[in-house]
T-cell receptor
Framework: NAGVTQTPKFRVLKTGQSMTLLCAQD?????MYWYRQDPGMGLRLIHY???????AKGEVPDGYNVSRLKKQNFLLGLESAAPSQTSVYFC??????????FGPGTRLTVL | AQTVTQSQPEMSVQEAETVTLSCTYD???????LFWYKQPPSRQMILVIR??????QNATENRFSVNFQKAAKSFSLKISDSQLGDAAMYFC?????????????FGTGTRLKVLA
């Protein structure tokens, strides 16, 4: 099993550009999450999904959109990137009673 | 809303010694899960240990153990016989056991340095 994979691993954007981060899991997990990690702030939840076709806002959803068209994939979109979105982004997935499993992270820099 | 607090931004320990990382949380719920995750320089988040709130017995995983004090809402991680490979950021996390509440709430992390 590959677990949770994220594409790309690194990306540099200019302000105003758009991009999509792809997360895939092969563990048949129901729940998937997108977090951002910033120094001194831990991990903050952006959006999450409790099943195929569902999404919900987390703690810091502004400027991001998500989609879960297939159970194994969870996409995070930035419509118009801003320097404040420079961060490391983690995707994660879990079953209801199991511990969350994280992907390797994507380092995004917005100039 | 639930919160998780890690009041030690950085800790140091001598190799082979024991260190304890602190975590406190706030919740009005009675049933929940608590976790410690390790993040080495590779950035990968790795589950260290997990505790169900309804269990009175403290969880243990080899050199890692917790001191879970439910009434005090405290969940500390003890690392025994520290090794150089234990150097990492450690995050405490909370998750409700209630159906429909699937969010994990993380603390701000403690950076552990292991001195040779």
């Amino acid at each position: 099993n590959a677990g949770v994979t994220q594409t790309p691993k690194f990306r540099v954007l200019k302000t105003g550009q758009s991009m999509t981060l792809l997360c895939a899991q092969d563990m048949n997990h129901e729940y998937m999450y997108w977090y951002r990690q910033d120094p001194g702030m831990g991990l903050r939840l952006i959006h999450y999904s409790v099943g195929e076709g569902t999404t919900a806002k987390g703690e810091v959803p502004d400027g991001y959109n998500v989609s879960r068209l297939k159970k194994q994939n969870f996409l995070l979109g930035l419509e118009s990137a801003a320097p404040s979105q420079t961060s490391v982004y983690f995707c994660a997935s879990s079953y209801p009673e199991l511990s969350v499993v994280f992907g390797p992270g994507t380092r995004l820099t917005v100039l | 809303a639930q919160t998780v607090t890690q009041s030690q931004p950085e800790m140091s320990v001598q190799e082979a010694e024991t260190v304890t990382l602190s975590c406190t949380y706030d919740t009005s719920e009675s049933d929940y899960y608590l976790f410690w995750y390790k993040q080495p320089p590779s950035r990968q988040m790795i589950l260290v240990i997990r505790q169900e709130a309804y269990k009175q017995q403290n969880a243990t995983e080899n050199r890692f153990s917790v001191n879970f004090q439910k009434a005090a809402k405290s969940f500390s991680l003890k690392i025994s016989d520290s090794q150089l490979g234990d150097a990492a950021m450690y995050f405490c996390a909370y998750r409700s056991h209630n159906s429909g509440t699937y969010k994990y709430i993380f603390g701000t992390g403690t950076r552990l340095k292991v001195l040779a």
